[in-house]
């Protein structure tokens, strides 16, 4: 995939750079940032920005603000940790375009950084309204896209500025796209498998469908596989599955029907009446769920089946943990599979944010694996062969 990078801008000394970023970052009760990979992920291409002389004019979103203006969702605490973690002046002004943000912009010197207020505040950003887009646009001299987590929105600042500004992708967007690409190819060291967790089937429904073919081995946990279950005609008690999907789920189970190894769900849960850090926990047989019994994990002897099929993987693709990672006592089923995998050999594409948040919550080292995507929604909408807006505008 050819697409235009930051790194062929001949001359960035005093030009204005519009760089959206994905700081959509997870905060503390008290508004302050709980968690920053996705921040340090793209210090790379601001501190490159800054070296060449450029004036940083940052855009993110945080949260859903539903087109309003929301306090809790500002982004004051957010440059404040940039600020913290960059070790350099970063400016903010409380608003996204107008007369105020012209000024601030008017005022930056080489190398300065100016952070726009949350972006979704505006809902024109989401339907990338015209006239706003334009005035996004007009406050800068060129477009870099660091921010790979959004790439599959068709938003103003994610793809409709480039309609009116040159745009190139930041190092994190880049490294991404040459990390995942590969996937795409039909030379993917085989056996393929692919690991899904999460809640729901809908984000999920793509990629599966598009490796059907592809893949070797499907493992499936977390809330995802109870719908499986569910659909395999299994009690699923009072455990989070979605009843709408069950047609899906079936046909995707029937064709796999073929090899009868290759669509592995759980045989032995994690099952709990609540959902607590001191719960009593139960594991049992996928057979024996009944009433009330929530199942919010994958058991021992299933989390030891997974790491089998491991062993005689060369390519594994995981989207979403296997269990309830918030909480210690459903950790377990993730935690095995996780470890597992950090010390084999095989190429190790972890995609999505929640996966991300889980392996940092078990303290296991990302570098351990191939790549780590920052991307959830991005990574699993780029893996099913969809074209994503955001990148489709980098290209040269």
């Not at 005035?135 to 938003?155: E, Q």
């Amino acid at each position: 995939m050819k697409i235009r990078t930051l790194k062929e801008i001949a001359n960035l000394k005093g030009k204005k750079v519009l760089l959206r970023v994905d700081f959509n970052v997870p905060l503390k009760k008290n508004g302050d940032v709980q968690d920053d990979t996705r921040m340090v992920e793209s210090l790379p291409t601001i501190k490159y920005l800054q070296k060449k002389g450029a004036k940083i004019i940052i855009v993110s979103h945080l949260g859903r603000p539903d087109g309003k203006v929301k306090e809790e969702l500002r982004l004051t605490k957010v440059a404040k940790h940039l600020q913290k973690i960059l070790k350099k002046q970063v400016k903010k002004v409380d608003e996204s375009i107008g007369e105020n943000v012209e000024k601030a912009i008017s005022k930056l010197k080489d190398g300065q950084i100016l952070m726009l207020e949350n972006i979704r505040f505006h809902k024109e950003e989401e339907t990338c309204e015209k006239n706003f887009t334009k005035k996004l646009a007009s406050l800068a001299d060129l477009y870099v896209n660091d921010a790979f987590g959004t790439a599959h929105r068709s938003h103003a600042s994610t793809a409709g500025v480039a309609e009116y500004l040159k745009a190139y992708a930041g190092l994190l967007m880049e490294k991404e796209i040459k990390h995942l690409s590969p996937l795409l190819d039909k030379k993917i060291p085989r056996p393929l498998t692919m690991i899904f967790g999460g809640a729901k089937i809908d984000t999920k429904i793509g990629i599966i469908q598009n490796f059907l073919k592809k893949a070797d081995y499907f493992l499936m946990g977390g809330a995802l596989a109870n719908t499986f279950l569910y659909a395999a005609g299994y009690n699923v008690g009072n455990s989070l599955y979605e009843k709408d999907k069950k047609d899906i789920a079936q046909k995707i189970m029937m064709e796999c029907e073929k090899d009868k190894d290759k669509f592995v769900l759980p045989h032995d849960l994690i099952v709990a009446s609540e959902i607590s850090d001191k719960v009593a926990t139960k594991n049992i047989p996928v057979e024996d769920v009944i009433g009330d019994m929530k199942i919010l994990d994958i058991g021992k002897w299933s989390a030891e089946k997974f790491c089998n099929i491991i062993t005689k993987s060369k390519t594994i693709i995981w989207n979403g943990p296997l269990g309830f990672c918030e909480f210690k006592p459903f950790q377990k089923g993730t935690e095995a599979v996780a470890k597992f995998l950090a010390k084999s050999k095989c190429t190790s594409i972890i995609g999505g944010g929640d996966t991300a948040d889980s392996l940092k919550r078990l303290k296991i080292n990302p570098e351990k694996f191939t790549h780590v995507s920052t991307g959830g929604g991005a990574c699993i909408e780029f893996l099913s062969g969809e074209k994503l807006p955001g990148i489709e505008a980098l290209r040269q």
